[in-house]
């Protein structure tokens, strides 16, 4: 009621337009991993590592990404661990975009491996993992909600992270 409140429509009209208060949720978690920019971070992260062959730069740009979408997308993601606890369709929601967000870093580092980027020893499975943490809402709130850290700072960390983790050491990991 208070969306339709301050759209100036009635109730009826949001549920119409969008659903209930987890259709909602979803439908501006969506948008908000669109990102900024006309093409998705998806299609952008997709195009950019195609034509790059730096393994370093391939994940400092995703690191750049994770910045991107980070203060638009973790509030939203924290308000839905906050309310599926006492919300079973919130908490269906959160469950959905954690797989979602999974299945993309599955993704991410099936192409690194294909690639043959990673460091001796760290599996594809690995990589997802720490990509997937690395995406997380809780990582941002850390470091830039409550210890207060630039945007910038937290996406060098993330980018220096990545390469740390997943990338062997020499020439093309800096």
Same mark, same amino acid.
């Given at each position: !009621?208070?969306?339709?409140?301050?759209?100036?429509?009635? $109730?009826? +009209?949001?549920?119409?337009?969008?659903? /209930?208060?987890?259709?909602?949720?979803?439908?501006?978690? #969506?948008?908000?991993?669109?990102?900024?920019?006309?093409?998705?971070?998806? #299609?952008? !992260?997709?195009?950019?590592? #195609?034509?790059? +062959?730096?393994? =370093?730069?391939?994940?400092? *740009?995703?690191? /750049?990404?994770?910045?991107?979408? %980070? @203060?638009?997308?973790?509030?939203?993601?924290? &308000?839905?661990? !906050? =309310? =599926? %606890? /006492?919300? @079973?369709?919130?908490?269906? $929601?959160? #469950?959905?975009?954690?797989?979602?967000?999974?299945?993309?870093?599955?993704?991410?580092?099936?192409?690194?491996?294909?690639?043959? *980027? &990673?460091?001796?020893?760290?599996?594809?499975?690995?990589?997802?993992?720490?990509?997937?943490?690395?995406?997380?809402?809780?990582? *941002?709130?850390?470091? $830039?909600?409550?210890? /207060?850290?630039?945007?910038?700072?937290?996406?060098?960390? $993330?980018?220096?992270?990545?390469?740390?983790?997943?990338? @062997?050491?020499?020439?093309?990991?800096?």
């Amino acid at each position: !009621s208070a969306i339709a409140r301050e759209a100036g429509v009635s $109730v009826e +009209t949001v549920y119409k337009a969008v659903g /209930g208060k987890a259709e909602l949720v979803r439908a501006i978690y #969506e948008r908000g991993l669109i990102g900024r920019q006309q093409a998705s971070v998806y #299609e952008r !992260s997709d195009a950019m590592r #195609e034509q790059e +062959t730096n393994p =370093a730069n391939i994940l400092r *740009y995703w690191a /750049g990404l994770i910045a991107e979408l %980070a @203060p638009d997308v973790s509030p939203i993601r924290l &308000l839905m661990r !906050s =309310a =599926a %606890a /006492g919300d @079973p369709e919130l908490a269906d $929601v959160l #469950e959905e975009s954690d797989n979602e967000r999974l299945q993309r870093m599955r993704h991410n580092a099936r192409f690194l491996a294909k690639r043959g *980027y &990673l460091r001796a020893g760290v599996s594809a499975a690995e990589a997802a993992d720490l990509l997937w943490t690395c995406t997380s809402a809780e990582l *941002y709130e850390l470091f $830039v909600q409550r210890r /207060g850290w630039s945007l910038r700072r937290f996406e060098r960390f $993330v980018g220096d992270l990545l390469i740390a983790a997943l990338l @062997p050491s020499g020439p093309n990991s800096r």
